[in-house]
Every structure is written in structure tokens, then in C-alpha cells.
């Protein structure tokens, strides 16, 4: 891998190692009062900077090979294939295993059907991001992002649709309306960066971030109302300040990097990951809440990755459920790499630049 590939990835292990923790303080230590006030402001604190950064890495690699007339349509079944197949067929096995394991409260098998309506869990993402792709895809084939302003200009046009509209969970409404600008902002980073990252500019982001973080950060209280627009506003001014930024000084750490190759994998299986762990520590009543976050994380990522590993060395599991493509059988020993080792670049991420071309 390039350098350059090596820091892009290891900011998705960063992005999804904090997506993952956001989910283990929310749905399983958020209780714990012992921590309750710094597990929610930690969940508070990163927030700008964990979905985000998730998106604007995609946004960033797509950005390298944008949707035009003639290739709008790969666009659309090469998306198709490698995010709604995982998003039908791992939902409803998580589903599945939620209802079996009674983890999270009843979910009864005759409303499976809804999670296809209304995004089960941390598939919302899925849904949402396929939704973009497809919307950006279409701006990209009639001319609509070729330049900064107009860039600007749509990022400016969809954010209110977020900061001052209650929009459903029904199809990831809400969540595409949240996600959309970032996307925009990745797109933006990629294709203007020339005058994005000026030393003037630059100046302007880490100035922006010492205004904004501080008064994010005042407006926090353990009752804070998420969908306040203040809030919101807020939130973006952070996000729009610190991502740019990290992208900028973005660094290469090879063991992040490695993980962030898994990133989808680790994404879609994390909390059928996570069953093994909590139910051992149910049986036993183990409470701590410090080894719970610990166990929880190493455990959902180690064992993602293997799942994520195993299915792509399998023609029928690594299309049927990754939704990747098949490979020719003369060079399947050198298609999947080895567990926690450096990717093959015949093997490419959900999200990648490659991903564009099919």
C-alpha cells in the first residue's frame, strides 16, 4: 500500500474503533452510574467526529473516480451489490440472533420484515450511505459538484433539512439528512484540496475549532436533548473544523490500518460479535464496567475481523453476504489476506476508489 492508502486507512480503523465504543457506552454501559456521567460525556464529546469521519472517508475515495452519464449505472448495481446485500442478509441475521439471545429486549420474528423499513440497529448507516451514493452519483453525472461553490452551495442548502426537520427513521431519513453534508465535505477535500488546505485556510480550521469545541462542550448536560438546533449547530461547526483537520495531519499507524480494512466487516458483524462476551459476563454477573467496555471492544473487533476473513475466502459467502465480488479461483489463495495483515490490493474496502470502477 501507498502511504497515502496506508493514512486513509488508518483513519477508518480510527473512525470505526470509536463507532464501535459509541455503540458498547449506549446500549450496554450508559446504565452503569458508577460512569454514567463519563461514559456520556465521552459519547458526547466524540460524536462530532465519529459518523462523520466514517463518511467523509467514503465521500474521500469515491470522490477519486465520481459518477459520470456513462458510468452512473455501474455506480448504481456496484453499490447495490456491495452494501444492500450485506444490509438485507446481516440485519436479518443479527435479527435473528437478537431474538434467539433476547439481547436488547423482545424482537419477534413475525416483524422481521420491518427492519427493511425502518433500519435495525447500527444498518441504518447502510441504508443511508446507499442512498447518497446514489444522490451524489446523480449531482456528479449532471455537473452539479464540479466546483467549489456549487459545493458549497448544496452543503449550505441540505444542512437545515437536518438542524430544523424531526425526519423519520423510516427508510434512514434522518440518517441521511445527518450524514449528507459530510459527504459532501469528503467529496469537497478530495477533489479541492489544493484550496482547502492552504496555510490560510488551515489557520481558519484551528481557530474554528478552538471557538467551537469549548461551546459544544458548554452546551453539555446529562440531560442534553440531542435534536435541539442549537445542539446541531454546534456539532457541525465542530465537525466542520476538526475533520478537515484530520485529514490534513493525518497520520499512517500500520495496526490501524490493518483494522481499518476491516472496517465494514467489523461494522455489520460487531454486535453478533459481541453476544459471546455478554452473555459469559451474564452468567457470571460480572458488572465492571471498565472490563465490560475492554472485553466488549477487543472481542467485537477480534471477531469481526475473523468472520469478515473467513466469508471472503468463499466465493458463495463473499457475495451472497459481504456483497463483494467473486474471484477467479487461480488466484483465491492471494485474493483474502491473512488475518490482521497487510491487504492485498486486488481486495478492495466497501468504500475504496476501486470499489467506483465496478
Known amino acids: 500500500m501507498k502511504d497515502k492508502e496506508q493514512s486513509i486507512e488508518t483513519l477508518r480503523g480510527i473512525a470505526i474503533l470509536l463507532v464501535v465504543a459509541g455503540y458498547i457506552i449506549k446500549d450496554d454501559l450508559s446504565h452503569v452510574e458508577s460512569v454514567a456521567s463519563f461514559l456520556e460525556y465521552t459519547y458526547y464529546f466524540l460524536k462530532p467526529i465519529r459518523m462523520p469521519l466514517f463518511t467523509v472517508i467514503s465521500a474521500y475515495l469515491y470522490a477519486s473516480s465520481p459518477a459520470t452519464q456513462a458510468t452512473f449505472k455501474k455506480l448504481v448495481t456496484g453499490k447495490a451489490r456491495r452494501i444492500l446485500i450485506p444490509y438485507f442478509v446481516v440485519s436479518a441475521m443479527q435479527y ?61 442548502t441540505l444542512i437545515p433539512f437536518y438542524i430544523f426537520l424531526d425526519l423519520p427513521r423510516f427508510l434512514a431519513a434522518r440518517g441521511i439528512a445527518y450524514l449528507i ?134 466465493n458463495f459467502t463473499r457475495f451472497f453476504i459481504l456483497g463483494m465480488k467473486e474471484i477467479p479461483k487461480s488466484i483465491f489463495a492471494a485474493a483474502a489476506p491473512p488475518l490482521l495483515s497487510a491487504p492485498s490490493q486486488s481486495v478492495v474496502p466497501v468504500v475504496s476508489s476501486a470499489e467506483q470502477k465496478t
Not at 137 to 149: C, E, P, Q, R, V
Not at 214 to 235: Q, V
Not at 246 to 274: C, D, E, Q, S, W
Request: contains cysteine; hydrophobic residues 55%; glycine residues 4%.
Open 96 to 156: 435473528i440472533f437478537f431474538s434467539v439471545f433476547h439481547v436488547h429486549g423482545p424482537h419477534e420474528l413475525q416483524h422481521i420484515l420491518k427492519i427493511y423499513l425502518w433500519p435495525f440497529e447500527q444498518f441504518w448507516f447502510l441504508w443511508a450511505i446507499f442512498l447518497i451514493f446514489i444522490g451524489i452519483g446523480i449531482l456528479d453525472s449532471i455537473n452539479a459538484l464540479d466546483t467549489k461553490k456549487k459545493c458549497l452551495g448544496w452543503i449550505m
Open 181 to 314: 453534508p459530510f459527504f459532501i465535505m469528503g467529496y469537497c477535500i478530495r477533489r479541492f484540496s489544493k484550496d482547502l488546505f492552504t496555510p490560510t485556510m488551515l489557520r481558519v480550521y484551528v481557530a474554528s475549532l478552538f471557538l467551537s469545541y469549548p461551546a459544544y462542550l458548554h452546551l453539555y448536560s446529562p440531560t442534553a436533548t440531542f435534536e435541539e438546533p442549537m445542539y446541531k449547530i454546534l456539532m457541525l461547526w465542530v465537525t466542520f473544523s476538526a475533520l478537515p483537520l484530520i485529514f490534513h495531519f493525518r497520520p499512517t499507524i500500520p495496526v490501524l490500518a490493518k483494522i481499518g480494512y476491516y472496517a465494514f466487516g467489523i461494522h455489520i458483524f460487531n454486535k453478533i460479535a459481541m453476544l459471546l462476551p455478554k452473555m459469559a459476563f451474564e452468567h457470571f454477573h460480572i458488572y465492571n464496567d471498565i472490563l465490560i467496555m475492554v472485553t466488549y471492544l477487543g472481542v467485537g473487533i477480534f471477531l469481526s475481523i475473523v468472520i469478515s476473513d473467513i466469508l471472503e475466502r468463499h
